[in-house]
């Protein structure tokens, strides 16, 4: 009961701050400052009261439409809360499983095992906060955003380097691998196949995620994005020619897929 109400307290701090993440999601494309004025509605530009940013809740009482101009919301803003909220609780359990795993394993358990669990806790936070402002910016505006991206490669240069300078090494190598593949493809395909953000992500996906999860993660994210773009121009949603899908999307679902899953799916590769 205790562990349930904790990941419900979790859900809400995540939709809470998928609140807030919208916001960035909207102003940094437009440039405009997320720290000054309150949200407004896209149509008719009325500032939003309170009771119309109560995040998730919000949106079901008005049921989807502005209460000013009646303009439907769009659905991106309860789906960024949402996942938010799953993420975070997905986060913490995978956190909880490490914590009673090295309990149970390691007689000399410690407060500071915990804490450095902690730590590692809300650097995660901060990391999956920062792909869910990519994922949909890039899904919503074509462009993956330097002000996200480059103090996320700066959180975990610096997280890693204070748990293992071996580990940063090898991080690193990852995370060059990655970027000189992608730029090689940005320059064979004169940047038609991908944008240079795309460039610029992989190399922080290989820092974040070393070897092997990043190749794990690169494969998950062109499977998905080559199904993705078949089933849209099946549906005549895209064309075979001359029409593109962002690929920032399916590298941060691949980001996230490698982190959680991409020791088991190695295992299951080499067994």
Request: proline content about 4%.
């Amino acid at each position: 009961m205790l562990m349930l109400m904790l990941l419900l307290l979790l859900f809400v701090l995540g939709i809470s701050v998928g609140s807030f993440l919208n916001v960035l999601i909207d102003r940094i494309p437009r440039e405009e400052s997320f720290l000054k004025g309150r949200s407004y509605c896209e149509k008719c530009k009325k500032e939003l009261s309170f009771f119309d940013l109560i995040p998730l809740l919000s949106f079901v009482m008005l049921k989807g439409k502005c209460r000013y101009c009646h303009s439907p919301i769009s659905f991106y803003y309860p789906l960024v809360e949402v996942t938010t909220g799953v993420l975070f609780v997905l986060t913490f359990l995978n956190i909880e499983s490490r914590i009673m795993n090295q309990a149970f394993l390691t007689p000399n358990f410690s407060l500071l095992t915990s804490i450095s669990q902690l730590s590692s806790f809300i650097y995660q936070l901060v990391i999956f906060s920062s792909l869910i402002v990519i994922f949909f910016t890039d899904l919503k505006y074509g462009i993956i955003p330097d002000k996200i991206l480059f103090p996320a490669i700066i959180i975990v240069f610096l997280f890693i380097i204070s748990q293992s300078l071996s580990i940063l090494i090898s991080n690193l190598l990852s995370a060059f691998g990655a970027f000189l593949f992608f730029f090689l493809l940005f320059l064979v395909t004169k940047g038609k196949g991908m944008g240079f953000g795309d460039v610029k992500y992989v190399f922080f996906m290989g820092l974040f995620l070393g070897f092997p999860k990043v190749a794990i993660g690169l494969y998950i994210s062109f499977l998905t994005g080559a199904f993705i773009s078949l089933i849209l121009i099946v549906l005549r949603k895209k064309r075979f020619k001359g029409s593109t899908v962002p690929f920032g999307p399916f590298l941060v679902f691949g980001t996230v897929i490698a982190f959680f899953l991409g020791d088991a799916i190695w295992k299951i590769i080499f067994s």
